[in-house]
């Protein structure tokens, strides 16, 4: 039987999403099933457009996947999943206050029928491409695995509508530097996943504004995983979906918004080569 | 006969673009035409992908209204136009290093057979809706009229490519702060000429890493307009086409780039109510 410490490995989405359900599978999705991943997040109708907006002005974090109706908690990317149950963990935020801190199973009481969800692409999608290319996070390497480290930058979003506040999020993975080129360029054609890093090295770390919290792993999200500077890794950032929550939090949203936990994601029927898009690739 | 003290008030964008091509208006084109103007950024074919793709990433800083065939310096935005002429002053590159400090009227030698060409969205195709409601831009009251002032923040680019240098530039105009959310809904609605501010006020400033600069009035580009304090007035920022300027000069880009001279633009024959996007307006 499945535990939290040692991940499922079922055969198939639906399967994973039952495990998922049932509360057997309660922790990271990393490297799961190699479909596609996503973020969720589903809130009051009236700032569905502003959400959408933000999504668009802040593609590399916000990459937009699908938006329900509302009050219907399902997708075509995933057909007879249920948005209220199938993910491993949830967050819940009322009036921007975090009603959750250890995550809750199910949302199906605070999903509403006004509420409407949105499905944002995650990196977690291209861990099998880096994988099969010989270059693993190493994040999935551990056991069990681990999550991947999440930072919170010092840089703000594009304002949109009732999103005024907020910044940009990332993850962050170890690589040796002279792989990071080719890091970049398997990545890159993930366009909907984050695409290719936003920055890399410590240069890149100071840009962003957290060169402190990353040397002393001090992560905001998910799990700290070392950087082995003696054998030539470099941080590598990509955009993070938990952006979202981080400027739902802090824009003062009023009402129930619901949410993933970071690194918990809900995992779709979409095989993950689909998402490769050749006119990405250099 | 206009002079570039007294810029002319032609009826067409043709006339206009003519003007520019003969040399009598070579100045800044805020408010000369109610037409959408463009920043015009042009380099070799092989960046050309990579080009596009930073477009995609920045969406806000460099929203891509059209690019050209390679060596073909026409558009459909304004048939008849030579992009290596209309334009009332250009930049050259070469390297990374730019060849014209003092601008130059014509790129007819430099633009060649090579070249693709991407027009950008530019904020002064919304700066007739502000006039219209009220609320002009300072810069556009003076006389003779003053090209908006320009800032490079701290914010990184989202990499995309050879594009891995640069930093976001933003347009300042100084507003009331009662009449911020109006100046918001107004040019939220002209999403593909950088939309509504990405910040505003002291705290936007700071956020952006440019209170100082935006204090002492140290512009990057164009001309200093001061912010009235006592009148209430605050910074308010845009996205700006300058951008992928300043990232073609810090990522290393070898060969000839072209571009406009910041505030110098070019002026098409779409009316600017047709970029007004209604599912934007909240």
Redesign the interface.
């Known amino acids: 039987m499945p535990s939290s410490s040692s991940p499922p490995q079922p055969l198939t989405p639906q399967d994973f999403r039952l495990a998922c359900r049932n509360g057997t599978h309660n922790t990271t999705t990393t490297l799961t099933i190699p479909t596609v991943q996503c973020n969720l997040l589903a809130l009051p109708s009236r700032y569905a457009?502003?959400f959408a907006?933000l999504c668009?002005?802040?593609?590399?974090s916000c990459p937009l996947l699908y938006s329900t109706l509302p009050g219907n908690p399902t997708t075509p990317l995933a057909p007879g999943a249920n948005l209220t149950t199938d993910l491993p963990k949830y967050n819940v935020y009322k009036d921007g206050k975090l009603l959750t801190p250890d995550g809750t199973a199910s949302v199906e009481e605070h999903w509403t029928r006004d509420h409407v969800g949105f499905l944002i692409g995650c990196s977690f999608s291209f861990e099998w491409a880096l994988s099969a290319a010989g270059l693993p996070p190493k994040n999935t390497l551990c056991v069990p695995v681990k999550c991947v480290p999440m930072f919170r930058t010092g840089?703000?979003l594009?304002?949109?509508?009732e999103f005024t506040a907020g910044c940009v999020v990332v993850s962050m993975r170890a690589y040796k530097e002279r792989d990071v080129e080719e890091v970049?360029r398997i990545t890159?054609s993930f366009?909907r996943q984050h695409?290719?890093?936003?920055?890399w090295g410590w240069n890149?770390a100071r840009?962003?504004g957290i060169e402190e919290k990353v040397r002393k792993g001090l992560v905001d999200f998910g799990e700290w995983v070392e950087i082995d500077g003696d054998a030539g890794e470099v941080p590598v950032f990509w955009?993070c979906g938990v952006t979202p929550q981080v400027a739902v939090m802090e824009s003062g949203i009023e009402g129930v918004v619901i949410s993933h936990v970071p690194g918990c994601m809900f995992v779709t029927d979409v095989p993950v080569e689909e998402e490769e898009d050749p006119?990405?690739k250099?």
């Not at 668009?56 to 590399?60: A, D, E, H, K, T």
């Not at 594009?158 to 509508?161: C, I, M, R, Y």
Request: aromatic share 0%.
């Open positions: 457009s502003s907006q668009g002005r802040n593609p590399v840089i703000p594009s304002s949109a509508g970049r890159r366009r695409g290719e890093p936003v920055a890149g840009m962003l955009g006119s990405h250099l």
